[in-house]
């Protein structure tokens, strides 16, 4: 007969009571603001961020949306917002466009949180979640200090990681969108590795997945014009994916739930 273990939680540490786990299990909702730029960059070093068996997409295959979302999230309690520690957080992620099986996906390429609860439940998700400082100039309908949602408005943001800047960005907005963008427009196609504890062994965990938001609430688009600077770092490859052409940038707040995903491979 099977023994049925005491402890509870959704990932670890799992304890007798549950509550010591790092994230609780799904559903979790996220409200936030998202600052998006779109650029070109060269299509080879997108392609070799893919892994085996993923190819590039079909048209712009060298699009690239760098996001900063500065995020309040919890999961269905809704418990974490009494608690803001444990519900606020900022993240910047890279994502482009690929193709597997026929079919066209984005995939996060590169991601930087500030809490642990995020970049545990990234891992989960497939996001290659790291640590890192994200900043972005919130707007405001009040006072001075701070850009409106209008023409003119200027917004910058700024990523660092292990103390080295890895991205400046900046938004100087021209008026309202019917769009988004594109290239964060599509289910996610993410990979989810563990590597045996045994190194003579093959990886432990390795899944391909796709997952898209449920109950998706988006608010009015403003877009305007970007800048981006990315940096050399010795432990960071974030600027060979430097743009050679700028699209455009997008300012908008998003509320999103994710309940779960699909295994494809």
């Not at 990932?11 to 010591?20: K, Y």
């Not at 391909?208 to 770092?233: C, F, H, N, W």
């Amino acid at each position: 007969m099977a023994r049925v273990s005491r402890l509870k939680g959704f990932m670890v540490p799992r304890t007798s009571e549950g509550r010591a786990s790092i994230i609780p299990s799904p559903p979790w909702h996220y409200s936030g603001d998202v600052l998006t730029i779109e650029y070109r960059a060269e299509p080879a070093n997108v392609a070799a961020l893919l892994p085996d068996g993923v190819d590039l997409a079909d048209d712009d295959p060298g699009a690239v949306a760098i996001i900063w979302a500065d995020w309040q999230s919890c999961s269905e309690g809704g418990a974490e917002l009494l608690d803001p520690v444990r519900s606020q957080y900022k993240e910047c992620f890279v994502v482009v466009r690929c193709k597997w099986n026929g079919e066209h996906y984005s995939r996060c390429v590169y991601i930087w949180v500030d809490k642990d609860f995020a970049l545990a439940r990234g891992w989960y998700q497939g996001y290659p979640k790291k640590l890192g400082s994200i900043w972005m100039t919130r707007p405001v309908s009040v006072g001075r200090a701070g850009p409106r949602l209008e023409a003119g408005g200027r917004f910058g943001a700024t990523l660092q990681a292990n103390d080295r800047r890895l991205a400046d960005v900046t938004l100087t907005l021209s008026g309202s969108s019917v769009t988004g963008g594109f290239v964060n427009a599509l289910p996610m196609l993410h990979s989810r590795w563990m590597p045996s504890i045994d190194p003579s062994q093959p990886d432990a965990l390795s899944e391909l997945i796709t997952m898209r938001s449920q109950d998706v609430e988006l608010g009015p688009v403003y877009t305007g014009k970007p800048a981006v600077e990315l940096y050399d770092s010795p432990g960071e490859e974030l600027a060979a994916l430097r743009p050679y052409e700028m699209i455009a940038g997008y300012w908008r707040q998003v509320g999103a739930t994710f309940t779960g995903g699909t295994k494809l491979a």
